[in-house]
DNA sequence: ACGGGCGCTTGATCGGGGTCAAGGCGGGCC
DNA sequence: GGCCCGCCTTGACCCCGATCAAGCGCCCGT
């Protein structure tokens, strides 16, 4: 509600560069957000942050926002609209790393090669924040909280990455990436039982291993068993406790 | 060679904790030595890293450096040793998040919880070196290249996270962590061709997500085949290229 | 309105590897 | 020294999900 409203107020702000919204608006769904707002930076580190940040896009559905073997400059926040990451093996074959909302931040995975090592490509239409990394390493330095962010969202990427490896069945890693998927929804303020899906079950397959047939058929079995109903790409969710039941086994701990 | 010969000056150092040896000695298979000798940290930053530092261990075989659900205090730098890290899934099964080995940092999953989300567990006898995080954090903020070389840790731990989670064949996933291991061991000075698992085969068929019976059939078929010999947990590669052919599907591109 | 293509679904078959079961071997402890 | 237990190996069987194949429906452009 404040969102629209706020647009009243778009030209009226202090920020030189980023200038598309007062300061609330602009960083209320942006992955600095967070540590800005609920972390200890104060207004001055708010600042700082503002002046670094360049906003980008918008990119169409399957527009890249970096790619595989890019030189690493700079992380992105996603914005608005869905981000995927993804590799292509020496076969050809594509291995899809993530599925990035608003508030998520993509690019960590190259600092390490100073390489990006995969494509960030738009799903749908993408707008971004860009940071240029040694810009936001220096600033890190002179304000702890953001370094402490930066490390906590590494650390985090750490945990998912390796939560993914788990063994289980299909069924299992379909219930835990639509519960995963809505949990994600509600935490941006979006109906947590009503989710969109922004890419093909191709790339739902992939993500989790399986073959798009496979993805289909379960779906179906889900639905046949009053856990959800599909149709098309919307998902509504029906037995969400069913549902974390099904996925228990691959649940942390 | 050096190392024998330098233990006549284990106790003439200036390092008032963790004076076990002189300074390239100590940091010479530690996970700072790359940082402190080959990325630009001074002698003034090499101590302070030093006075850091809190020597542990030795571990037997089965302790545990930390457990899961453990307050995150710190990271630790294997120094002598493999920890393997590991959580228990609410079935109670065991997933194995990784093989640490001298020079590897552990604990960086338990940044964003605050909270140790594995155990960490020693193979063999094992000795670390102990990093308060606060600390660490604190002094990352002073010295550029130690936060840098953090930042490229947790980004190289994301990495190889993901890296794990391609969909691949037992031979693929098996020949690829007898590279892998053999790399390591390189790197660290070892033979690359001659490598003793610390681990049994159990715990190498859950790292790579399958049945200790398949491990077993899959080495006596590249052992049948000539690719390497295996006796027990020593393993000596006679055709690395040809595992590295096997391996090829999951490497990067 | 129509054609075409891509994404999705559904069915049929097949195979890699998990599971169950049964030894063999080796090392530690009494 | 001998026993025992845990690790490893090998064999037989079977199941989940990949693959192959076919058809459907929706959207997009002309």
New binding site residues.
């Given amino acids: 509600m404040g969102y629209s409203e706020s647009t009243g107020g778009r030209k009226a702000v202090f920020n030189p560069i980023a200038n598309d919204g007062d300061d609330v608006t602009f960083c209320s769904t942006c992955a600095f957000g967070a540590v800005c707002v609920g972390h200890g930076v104060d207004k001055i580190g708010l600042n700082e942050l503002h002046c670094l940040v360049e906003h980008a896009g918008p990119y169409r559905a399957g527009d890249a926002i970096f790619r595989n073997g890019d030189r690493f400059s700079a992380v992105y926040a996603v914005r608005a609209g869905t981000v995927k990451t993804s590799q292509v093996d020496r076969e050809g074959r594509e291995l899809i790393l993530g599925f990035h909302l608003p508030g998520e931040l993509i690019g960590l995975n190259a600092i390490h090669t100073e390489i990006y090592p995969c494509d960030a490509i738009a799903l749908e239409t993408v707008e971004v924040c860009r940071f240029s990394f040694p810009a936001l390493a220096t600033l890190a330095t002179r304000i702890p909280q953001i370094q402490k962010e930066l490390f906590r969202r590494l650390s985090k990427d750490i945990g998912d990455a390796s939560q993914r490896i788990q063994?289980?069945?299909?069924?299992?890693?379909l219930a835990a990436f639509i519960l995963n998927l809505s949990a994600r929804y509600e935490a941006r303020g979006f109906a947590a039982n009503a989710l969109r899906?922004s890419?093909?079950?191709?790339?739902?397959?992939n993500y989790?291993?399986?073959?798009?047939?496979?993805?289909?058929?379960?779906?179906?079995r889900f639905q046949d068993s009053g856990l959800l109903v599909?149709e098309?790409?919307e998902v509504s969710l029906r037995n969400p406790a069913g549902l974390r039941e099904v996925a228990r086994n691959i649940l942390p701990e």
């Fill in positions: 063994e289980s069945t299909a069924d299992e890693r899906l890419m093909p079950r191709s790339d739902i397959a989790l291993g399986l073959a798009a047939e496979t993805v289909s058929r379960v779906l179906r599909v098309g790409r």
